[in-house]
C-alpha cells in the first residue's frame, strides 16, 4: 500500500528557517574523567580547527571566555568554534567529567547556533554522546557505524538548538518554566522510583545540575513539596505495601526502604501514619 504524501508540520522551534544539521564527526571523540591538575589552555582554544561539543556529566570548574565567566557541572553543555576562547579549570576537590565530541557541519555552513546550554535531562545526552563514542573509537570504525554516529551526532544538534535553554541568555529570559517543570517532575518520579535507595537531596542536585539551593526551592515550586518530604513519603508509601503484601521482617523493609536504622524507619513511619510497622501490618490484615 502506497501512503499519502503529506507535507510535515512547519516547527515552531527558532530554527525553523533553517535547514536540518548534519554533523560529521571525526575519530577525535572521547569520556573520560579529568585527572588532577587538569585544565584547558588558551593554545588549546586557538589551535581548535573543527567544532567541539562538550558536554559535562560530573563534577565542577570554571570555563572563561571572551565574554563569560561560566560555572561547569553536570547538565553543562558546549557548542566550541573555532576562533572563540574557552580557557578551563576544574575544582580539585570534585574533578570533572566530560565527554568531547569533534565534528564539522557537513554543508559548511557556521550559522549563529548558541554556543552554551542548560540540560534537563543529562541522562538522556549523556547516553547519546556515550554512544557515539563507542561508535568512533573501535579498533575499526565500519561505515555503517560511522553513519550511526553521524546521525546520532547530528540529531543531538539540532536537539539542542531548538529546545535546550540557553545558558547565556539574559537572566529575564530564563529559567524557561516549562523545562524546569518537566524536570522536577521527572525527578519525582525518580525518587518514588528508588524509595529502596539511600537517596540525598545533594545526589539529587547534582543529577539535575543545580546548586542545592536552587534545586531545593525549583522542586518545591512545582511539586509542593520539599524534596526531603518527598523522599520521606515515598519510602513510607514502599514500606506500607511491604507490610500489607509481602512476609519481610521489619528489619528488611527498613533496609528495602532506605533506612540503615530500623528504629529511626519506625519511629517515622509511625509519625507519618500514626501507627507502628507492626500495628499497621495488623490492622491492615484485620481489614482485609
Same mark, same amino acid.
Given at each position: 500500500?502506497t501512503l499519502p504524501h503529506?507535507?510535515?508540520?512547519?516547527?515552531?522551534?527558532?530554527?525553523?528557517?533553517?535547514?536540518?544539521? &548534519?554533523a560529521?564527526? $571525526?575519530?577525535?571523540?572521547?569520556?573520560?574523567? %579529568?585527572?588532577?591538575?587538569?585544565?584547558?589552555? @588558551?593554545?588549546?582554544?586557538?589551535?581548535?580547527?573543527?567544532?567541539?561539543?562538550? #558536554?559535562?556529566?560530573?563534577g565542577?570548574? $570554571?570555563?572563561?571566555?571572551?565574554? #563569560?565567566?561560566? *560555572?561547569?557541572?553536570?547538565?553543562? %553543555?558546549?557548542?566550541?568554534r573555532?576562533g572563540?576562547?574557552? *580557557?578551563?579549570?576544574?575544582?580539585e576537590?570534585?574533578?570533572l567529567?566530560?565527554?568531547?565530541?569533534?565534528?564539522?557541519?557537513?554543508d =559548511?555552513a557556521?550559522?549563529?547556533?548558541?554556543?552554551?546550554?542548560?540540560?534537563?535531562?543529562?541522562d538522556?545526552?549523556? &547516553?547519546?554522546?556515550?554512544?557515539i563514542?563507542?561508535?568512533m +573509537?573501535?579498533?575499526?570504525?565500519?561505515p555503517?557505524?560511522?553513519? !550511526?554516529?553521524?546521525?546520532?551526532?547530528? =540529531?543531538? #544538534?539540532q536537539?539542542?538548538?531548538?529546545?535546550?535553554?540557553r545558558?547565556?541568555?539574559?537572566?529575564?529570559?530564563?529559567p524557561?518554566? @516549562?523545562?524546569q517543570?518537566? #524536570?522536577?517532575?521527572?525527578?519525582?518520579?525518580?525518587?518514588?522510583d528508588? !524509595?529502596d535507595s539511600?537517596?540525598?537531596?545533594?545526589?539529587?542536585?547534582?543529577k539535575a545540575?543545580?546548586?542545592?539551593?536552587?534545586?531545593?526551592?525549583?522542586?518545591?515550586k512545582? +511539586?509542593?513539596q520539599t524534596?526531603?518530604?518527598?523522599i520521606?513519603?515515598?519510602r513510607i *508509601?514502599?514500606?506500607?505495601?511491604?507490610?500489607?503484601?509481602?512476609? %519481610? &521482617?521489619?528489619?528488611?523493609?527498613?533496609?528495602?526502604?532506605?533506612?540503615?536504622?530500623v528504629?529511626?524507619?519506625?519511629?517515622?513511619?509511625?509519625?507519618?501514619? =500514626?501507627?507502628?510497622?507492626?500495628?499497621?501490618?495488623?490492622? &491492615?490484615g484485620?481489614?482485609?
Amino acid at each position: 500500500m502506497t501512503l499519502p504524501h503529506t507535507a510535515p508540520p512547519q516547527s515552531p522551534l527558532i530554527f525553523f528557517n533553517t535547514p536540518p544539521l &548534519s554533523a560529521v564527526a $571525526t575519530s577525535e571523540c572521547k569520556r573520560f574523567r %579529568c585527572p588532577a591538575g587538569w585544565y584547558r589552555s @588558551r593554545s588549546d582554544s586557538t589551535s581548535l580547527q573543527d567544532n567541539e561539543l562538550w #558536554l559535562v556529566w560530573a563534577g565542577r570548574g $570554571t570555563m572563561q571566555t571572551k565574554h #563569560l565567566t561560566l *560555572d561547569l557541572h553536570p547538565g553543562v %553543555c558546549i557548542w566550541m568554534r573555532p576562533g572563540h576562547i574557552y *580557557d578551563a579549570r576544574q575544582n580539585e576537590s570534585d574533578a570533572l567529567g566530560i565527554t568531547y565530541l569533534h565534528f564539522s557541519l557537513q554543508d =559548511g555552513a557556521q550559522r549563529h547556533y548558541p554556543e552554551f546550554y542548560e540540560l534537563w535531562n543529562l541522562d538522556y545526552l549523556d &547516553s547519546i554522546t556515550h554512544r557515539i563514542v563507542d561508535l568512533m +573509537t573501535q579498533p575499526e570504525v565500519s561505515p555503517a557505524m560511522w553513519q !550511526a554516529a553521524n546521525a546520532l551526532l547530528s =540529531g543531538l #544538534l539540532q536537539d539542542l538548538v531548538t529546545n535546550f535553554q540557553r545558558r547565556d541568555a539574559p537572566e529575564r529570559q530564563a529559567p524557561v518554566p @516549562r523545562h524546569q517543570k518537566h #524536570l522536577m517532575q521527572q525527578i519525582a518520579r525518580y525518587i518514588h522510583d528508588t !524509595a529502596d535507595s539511600t537517596l540525598t537531596v545533594q545526589d539529587l542536585a547534582r543529577k539535575a545540575g543545580y546548586s542545592l539551593a536552587h534545586f531545593s526551592s525549583l522542586f518545591k515550586k512545582h +511539586t509542593g513539596q520539599t524534596v526531603e518530604a518527598m523522599i520521606i513519603r515515598a519510602r513510607i *508509601d514502599k514500606a506500607q505495601q511491604l507490610l500489607r503484601w509481602s512476609d %519481610c &521482617s521489619i528489619s528488611e523493609i527498613a533496609d528495602q526502604t532506605g533506612y540503615r536504622d530500623v528504629y529511626f524507619f519506625s519511629r517515622q513511619f509511625k509519625a507519618k501514619t =500514626g501507627q507502628t510497622p507492626s500495628q499497621y501490618r495488623a490492622a &491492615s490484615g484485620e481489614n482485609e
